[in-house]
């Protein structure tokens, strides 16, 4: 009975999961030939690591490349992009349409497709680029395959900004058990208040003289996107990357969506089934107002094109 329930249930979330790709009216994915306008190409300097495009979605630029190359390129070095790297979502474009300030925090950053509801609206705002699932780079899936990654190698080290204490030590704990080999070399849980209330130029100070090559904030949207833009402006030697709730599920401290709701782009339901008092307004409302700036995009897109002709 159990069996026949779950079934149920993954069978609804499918069909929706494909009435929202329907809403976006996802494209069937192309092959890379004819890039569009909206697209810029990127020669990037790390060795074996030809190049990233980037297509837009609302204000947002979406870099595309894969999880594989980005990791290599964090653990090497040789990251070729801005030094401060945000892993965005649908609800990354929504704030970022209300607030021009955070628009231009993630257009002078790198961004990444963290949801695919997101890799959804590329395919169908820039058909032409390739975007498909292989594309997505979740933070929370990132964090844990750099400190894999980055075991044992000579000068590269991780710093944790966010969080709460309790969930640092808990966060310091796991990468101890499950990552012995990757280098911790400090910590901190800033106070919950706006970030020009912070004495950012502490925890600068802090992360410079731990020598960390790898700053990890995980402060929410879009605190921490203005926070790791902030901190790179001034310390550009290492990179702050801004990664969400991934401080909590590796520390085990919130529950991650099972695997099939992440594959059908349902992650976004698992987590308001769990905090639904604290995210109903952001998931609810906030998935029309994306579904509707992706729409207004596409259709801005098919009258550039009718009049171009």
């Given amino acids: 009975m159990r069996e026949q329930s779950a079934q149920s249930v993954r069978t609804a979330a499918t069909w929706l999961s494909r009435r929202l790709m329907t809403l976006l009216r996802v494209s069937p994915q192309r092959s890379n030939k004819g890039r569009s306008e ?49 892993f965005t979502n649908a609800y990354s474009v929504i704030s970022a349409r209300h607030d021009p300030a955070l628009a231009q925090v993630f257009q002078r950053g790198s961004c990444y497709p963290d949801g695919l509801p997101l890799i ?43 969080g709460t204490e309790d969930v640092l030590e808990q966060l310091q704990k796991a990468i101890a058990v499950n990552f012995p080999g990757a280098v911790v070399a ?10 020009h209330d912070v004495d950012w130029q502490g925890h600068l100070q802090d992360i410079r003289a731990s020598g960390a090559t790898h700053v990890w904030v995980g402060l929410g949207t879009p605190k921490q996107d203005f926070v790791a833009e902030l901190l790179s ?4 030697y290492r990179l702050y990357l801004a990664v969400g709730a991934a401080f909590d599920f590796v520390a085990g401290t919130t529950k991650i969506a099972p695997k099939w709701m992440q594959d059908n782009g349902l992650e976004w339901l698992f987590r308001l089934a769990t905090e639904p008092r604290r995210l109903w307004r952001r998931y609810l409302i906030g998935n029309v107002k994306f579904i509707w700036i992706v729409a207004a995009q596409r259709c801005g897109m098919r009258t550039r094109q009718r009049n171009s002709k």
């Fill in 38 to 86: 909206n697209q810029v190409v990127r020669v990037m300097e790390a060795e074996g690591v030809v190049q990233e495009s980037m297509s837009r979605v609302g204000d947002v630029p979406i870099t595309q490349t894969s999880p594989e190359k980005l990791v290599a390129s964090l653990c090497d070095r040789s990251h070729a992009g801005s030094r401060h790297l945000h």
């Fill in 120 to 162: 959804w609206a590329l395919r169908g705002v820039d058909p032409n680029a390739g975007w498909s699932k292989a594309a997505r780079v979740r933070g929370p899936d990132l964090f844990p395959h750099v400190l894999a990654a980055s075991q044992d190698l000579r000068g590269v080290s991780h710093y944790l900004l966010g």
């Fill in 186 to 195: 400090g910590a901190a849980s800033p106070p919950f208040r706006p970030v």
């Fill in 233 to 236: 402006d001034a310390d550009p």
